[in-house]
């Protein structure tokens, strides 16, 4: 099995694949969409493997902390979600953000995750609340240093924003982008220039 790869990017596609060089093999890796925005051509990079074996492939997952791999090993487990899904869940809401949404029981913050709906959030929130007491987020303790905005702050800017009329997919993509740090208003400003540079 492999854990983890240490190389040169070689080539990455919008599919969210990118192609690892590790000492002149080739490892074609499947990343989330905010990683992949990140791992430019010819740069280095450590990933967190996840090899997810089936009896007709094999693929490997990276991530970038060994918390967005326990995340996402963590919804594999849960019913009805496969890779794709956990992987959308995760670029939409960091791990240390995930926790706060499902402790808080905010199933409009995970239907802000492309595909799923409000049912579904809500059983995922049952499903998720037992298994995501692991060590690593034990106490709801931040993941990866610094202060997060918990899914009270994701829920405000998002109400806000719906209030100020604009269109779900577009509230989608905007608090997808945003910085897992901040409080509420610097959050709503940021989603704001985030949708006038669309709109302009």
Do not use: C, W
Not at 16 to 40: H, I, K, N, Q
Not at 73 to 96: F, Q, S, W, Y
């Amino acid at each position: 099995m492999i854990g983890s790869l240490r190389g040169q990017v070689l080539e990455r596609d919008l599919e969210g694949r990118v192609l690892v060089d590790v000492a002149g093999v080739g490892y074609d890796v499947v990343v989330s969409p905010r990683l992949l925005a990140e791992l430019e051509p010819t740069s280095s990079v450590f990933l967190y493997i996840h090899h997810h074996i089936r009896e007709d492939a094999q693929t490997l997952y990276g991530f970038a902390t060994v918390d967005d791999r326990a995340t996402f090993r963590v919804l594999l487990t849960t019913h009805g979600v496969g890779p794709a899904l956990a992987l959308a869940i995760l670029a939409t809401h960091p791990p240390a953000v995930l926790v706060d949404v499902v402790a808080e029981g905010d199933a409009g913050a995970l239907t802000l995750v492309p595909g799923v709906g409000k049912k579904t959030a809500e059983r995922l929130i049952v499903e998720l609340r037992n298994r995501l007491s692991l060590p690593i987020i034990e106490g709801g303790a931040p993941l990866t240093g610094g202060e997060r905005a918990g899914p009270s702050a994701i829920a405000e800017v998002r109400e806000a924003l719906a209030g100020l009329g604009y269109q779900p997919d577009e509230i989608r993509e905007s608090l997808r982008e945003l910085a897992v740090d901040g409080e509420p208003a610097s959050l709503l400003r940021e989603a704001l220039q985030q949708l006038a540079v669309r709109r302009a």
